[in-house]
Protein backbone atom coordinates (compact mmCIF):
# COMPACT_ATOMS: atom_id res chain seq x y z
CA UNK A 1 0.00 0.00 0.00
CA UNK A 2 1.04 3.86 -0.76
CA UNK A 3 -0.01 6.70 1.91
CA UNK A 4 0.20 10.07 1.03
CA UNK A 5 0.34 12.54 3.58
CA UNK A 6 0.02 16.68 3.23
CA UNK A 7 1.42 19.23 5.53
CA UNK A 8 2.02 23.00 5.65
CA UNK A 9 -1.34 24.50 5.62
CA UNK A 10 -2.53 26.98 7.51
CA UNK A 11 -3.78 30.71 7.72
CA UNK A 12 -1.89 33.28 5.92
CA UNK A 13 -2.70 36.65 4.82
CA UNK A 14 -3.09 38.09 1.27
CA UNK A 15 0.29 38.61 -0.31
CA UNK A 16 2.01 35.75 1.72
CA UNK A 17 3.29 32.43 1.40
CA UNK A 18 3.31 28.97 2.28
CA UNK A 19 4.78 25.82 1.65
CA UNK A 20 3.29 22.31 1.31
CA UNK A 21 4.53 18.89 1.44
CA UNK A 22 3.42 15.61 0.26
CA UNK A 23 5.21 12.64 1.52
CA UNK A 24 4.69 9.34 0.02
CA UNK A 25 5.47 6.17 1.96
CA UNK A 26 4.77 2.04 1.36
CA UNK A 27 5.59 -0.59 -1.01
CA UNK A 28 6.98 2.65 -3.69
CA UNK A 29 8.96 1.32 -6.80
CA UNK A 30 8.44 4.26 -9.27
CA UNK A 31 6.38 7.57 -8.86
CA UNK A 32 5.45 8.93 -12.44
CA UNK A 33 3.49 11.84 -11.53
CA UNK A 34 2.69 14.20 -8.41
CA UNK A 35 -0.02 16.48 -8.70
CA UNK A 36 -1.04 19.16 -6.00
CA UNK A 37 -5.44 19.53 -6.71
CA UNK A 38 -7.38 22.29 -4.40
CA UNK A 39 -10.97 22.64 -3.90
CA UNK A 40 -12.95 25.33 -2.75
CA UNK A 41 -16.61 25.15 -1.08
CA UNK A 42 -19.07 24.75 -3.87
CA UNK A 43 -16.85 23.94 -6.59
CA UNK A 44 -15.34 21.40 -8.33
CA UNK A 45 -11.91 20.11 -6.99
CA UNK A 46 -8.82 21.29 -10.00
CA UNK A 47 -5.36 20.86 -10.99
CA UNK A 48 -3.13 23.63 -9.82
CA UNK A 49 -0.17 21.88 -10.71
CA UNK A 50 1.97 18.74 -11.31
CA UNK A 51 5.71 17.25 -11.48
CA UNK A 52 6.88 14.16 -13.51
CA UNK A 53 9.70 11.55 -13.51
CA UNK A 54 11.50 13.43 -15.58
CA UNK A 55 11.30 16.75 -14.20
CA UNK A 56 8.89 18.40 -16.51
CA UNK A 57 5.84 20.43 -14.68
CA UNK A 58 2.69 21.83 -14.98
CA UNK A 59 0.44 24.51 -13.48
CA UNK A 60 -2.48 25.92 -13.88
CA UNK A 61 -3.21 29.53 -15.13
CA UNK A 62 -4.39 30.53 -11.95
CA UNK A 63 -1.11 30.27 -10.37
CA UNK A 64 1.54 30.35 -12.62
CA UNK A 65 3.92 32.74 -11.62
CA UNK A 66 3.28 32.45 -8.45
CA UNK A 67 3.63 28.63 -6.65
CA UNK A 68 6.57 26.61 -7.40
CA UNK A 69 6.21 22.68 -7.50
CA UNK A 70 9.76 20.80 -6.51
CA UNK A 71 10.51 17.66 -5.27
CA UNK A 72 13.05 15.06 -3.45
CA UNK A 73 13.54 12.13 -4.37
CA UNK A 74 15.48 11.21 -1.53
CA UNK A 75 12.72 11.45 0.52
CA UNK A 76 9.83 10.99 -1.70
CA UNK A 77 8.60 14.37 -1.12
CA UNK A 78 6.95 16.75 -3.23
CA UNK A 79 6.25 20.73 -2.36
CA UNK A 80 4.38 23.28 -3.70
CA UNK A 81 5.70 26.82 -3.09
CA UNK A 82 2.82 29.24 -2.59
CA UNK A 83 3.71 32.86 -3.21
CA UNK A 84 1.69 36.23 -3.64
CA UNK A 85 -1.10 34.05 -2.06
CA UNK A 86 -4.76 35.12 -2.54
CA UNK A 87 -8.01 34.71 -1.00
CA UNK A 88 -9.58 33.16 -4.43
CA UNK A 89 -6.39 30.83 -3.39
CA UNK A 90 -8.40 29.34 -0.13
CA UNK A 91 -9.25 25.92 -0.39
CA UNK A 92 -8.27 22.21 0.54
CA UNK A 93 -5.08 21.53 -1.15
CA UNK A 94 -4.82 17.44 -1.82
CA UNK A 95 -1.71 15.33 -3.15
CA UNK A 96 -2.14 13.03 -5.85
CA UNK A 97 0.61 10.29 -7.25
CA UNK A 98 0.63 8.00 -9.96
CA UNK A 99 1.92 5.29 -8.15
CA UNK A 100 3.90 1.60 -9.25
CA UNK A 101 4.27 -0.31 -6.36
CA UNK A 102 7.09 -3.04 -5.81
CA UNK A 103 6.54 -6.44 -7.60
CA UNK A 104 3.33 -4.52 -9.37
CA UNK A 105 2.20 -4.46 -13.03
CA UNK A 106 0.63 -0.69 -13.19
CA UNK A 107 0.45 2.28 -12.10
CA UNK A 108 -2.16 3.76 -9.47
CA UNK A 109 -3.38 6.77 -8.55
CA UNK A 110 -3.04 7.89 -5.11
CA UNK A 111 -4.89 10.72 -2.65
CA UNK A 112 -3.83 12.40 0.44
CA UNK A 113 -6.50 13.40 2.63
CA UNK A 114 -6.11 17.36 2.19
CA UNK A 115 -4.68 20.26 3.98
CA UNK A 116 -7.03 23.33 4.64
CA UNK A 117 -5.01 26.80 2.81
CA UNK A 118 -7.25 29.86 4.01
CA UNK A 119 -6.24 33.54 2.89
CA UNK A 120 -7.82 36.12 4.39
CA UNK A 121 -6.52 39.17 6.25
Known amino acids: QVQLVESGGGLVQPGGSLRLSCAASGNIFNIQTTSWYRQAPGLQRELVAE???????YYSDSVKGRFSISRDNAKNTVYLQMNSLKPEDTAVYYCNANVLESGGHYYADYWGRGTQVTVSS
Open 51 to 57: IKSEDST
